[in-house]
């Protein structure tokens, strides 16, 4: 019970988990080279005793011992306000436990049609929090054609569906695809993908069991090769977590884990909230990389000596733009958050998913302004190796120069950031996910409109043309 430490963490990881990456198995992954980078930055979180990190990486639980605050319930501004700041000294591992959160959203939904259902909801949560473990949200399934329902799909598991049902539990079988940081988590905690109708009982599942639960397979995808050079890469030879392709192969779930077993009605509740909490995870990590690509024009044009130059002020205000209407939308967020039946607080849906949705659509045309202002050098900076032979050395150094206060190896790592965060694997890998995570652009449009008030605009446009009458009442003509 309580906070662990990093050393644990570790320990924890060699469990029995079946895990491959490129190609075989991998009976440790903390001897793993592909994994080194992933752990290392998981085990931060688990640093507690530094003065100028545990007050916002802990809080004080209802029993009053100590907690990750991944897993405090907000119950005011602040508390959403401590979270955002949390996350920026949070890694992937940690981040991805909110799922436990958009659990906890829906948990009084959930009681009324399940009691049971909606006490496993507590006791996970308390489980997780109690012993300081990490969750994944596991949601997205193959799904095949997807013209055609699950239960019309040429194979039946292409959606992860419930294959037994018994006095002890349900017996599951599928995959879920695009799970970040799988192999790192102790829980896989699995949310339906979508909503679903009557006569798709079996595929409305949700529950969370152990990472090493036999009948559990977990196939790596990492964007990031193993003992990368920090200069060369600055951010994913730094940070990176492998994507995990997890097959259940009919695994068992105990009835205490479960929180969905058949109610479809309740399927579609699920994934949403899990939608909007890996939203604003998505949106705060907006807010984060689009500062991140202001400074970076900037810096990089000042020291090629073109900062003032009308067409690069240009650019550089639309990075500005973008980085200013996202951190607004994360702030109207928050600020106009709303309530739960019993307490909870979560932010404004309409506000996080207009706030991803701009994010998202335009991610690749604020790339392009930084590839514009930056050129080809982005793509053709010889390496740090090269850079660090002698031979070498006193030519990079007289070709790169650009003024006397500019020191060619910070100008090297400029180019090399821009590189490795635009144009490179982890450059792609961020181009996909910008518009995947959390859901496709269609997602975020579908949420904004039902949550938008198109009846009062409506009023607004009628009263502005004169229009006395409402539809189905046309006024009586003189």
Not at 57 to 67: I, M, V, W
Not at 82 to 101: D, F, N, P, Y
Not at 169 to 193: D, F, Y
């Amino acid at each position: 019970m309580g906070l662990k430490s990093p050393a644990w963490y570790r320990e924890s990881l060699r469990d029995g988990r079946v895990t491959y990456i490129a190609g075989e198995s991998v009976p440790d992954i903390t001897k793993n080279p592909w994994f080194d980078v992933a752990i290392a930055n998981a085990a931060e979180d688990y640093v507690y005793d530094d003065p100028a990190t545990k007050d916002i990486r802990t809080y004080t639980t209802e029993d009053g011992n100590l907690a990750h605050r991944i897993f405090k319930v907000p119950t005011s501004v602040e508390d959403l306000e401590k979270r955002i700041e949390m996350s920026h000294i949070t890694g992937i591992a940690t981040g991805v436990t909110a799922v436990l959160m958009a659990l906890y959203n829906i948990k009084d939904q959930v009681a009324k049609v399940n009691g049971q259902y909606a006490e496993n909801i507590e006791r996970i949560y308390k489980h997780c929090r109690d012993n300081d473990l990490r969750a994944d949200q596991v949601i997205t399934d193959a799904k095949g054609d997807r013209s055609r329902h699950p239960k019309d799909q040429d194979d039946p598991d292409l959606y992860l569906r419930i294959v037994d049902k018994n006095n002890d539990g349900i017996v599951v079988r599928g995959a879920k695809l695009h799970i970040t940081g799988a192999s790192l988590v102790h829980e896989q905690t699995v949310m339906p993908t979508k909503a679903m109708g009557p006569g798709e009982e079996q595929w409305s599942v949700s529950f969370s069991i152990p990472t090493n639960t036999p009948g559990i397979k977990i196939i790596n995808r990492a964007y990031a090769h193993p003992n990368l050079s920090d200069m060369d890469y600055p951010v994913s030879g730094r940070h990176n977590a492998p994507e995990g392709f997890v097959i259940f192969e009919d695994v068992f779930v105990p009835w205490d884990r479960v929180f969905l077993a058949g109610e479809y009605q309740l399927a579609g509740v699920l994934a949403q909230s899990l939608g909007l909490w890996e939203r604003v995870g998505g949106l705060i990590g907006m807010v984060k990389r689009a500062r991140l690509l202001v400074g970076t024009a900037q810096l990089l044009c000042e020291m090629n000596g073109i900062e003032k130059a009308s067409h690069i002020q240009e650019k550089i205000s639309d990075l500005v733009f973008y980085a200013e209407v996202l951190r607004m939308s994360l702030e109207h967020a928050v600020r106009n958050y709303k309530m739960t039946d019993t307490g909870m607080v979560y932010p404004d849906p309409m506000a996080v998913n207009v706030g991803k949705f701009y994010g998202a659509s335009n991610w690749h045309m604020m790339v392009q302004k930084l590839h514009d202002l930056s050129g080809a050098l982005v793509l053709t900076l010889p390496t740090e190796a090269d850079y660090r032979n002698e031979e070498l050395t006193k030519y990079l150094d007289k070709y790169l120069h650009t003024k006397n206060n500019v020191v060619v190896e910070d100008r090297m790592r400029m180019y090399n950031l821009i590189r490795d965060l635009t144009a490179d694997s982890f450059g792609g890998w961020e181009l996909v996910t910008t518009l995947a995570a959390g859901g496709g652009l269609a997602a975020q449009r579908i949420v904004t409109m039902r949550e938008y008030d198109l009846d009062g605009a409506k009023d607004a446009a009628r009263e502005a043309a004169g229009i006395t009458h409402t539809a189905g009442k046309r006024a009586a003509r003189v």
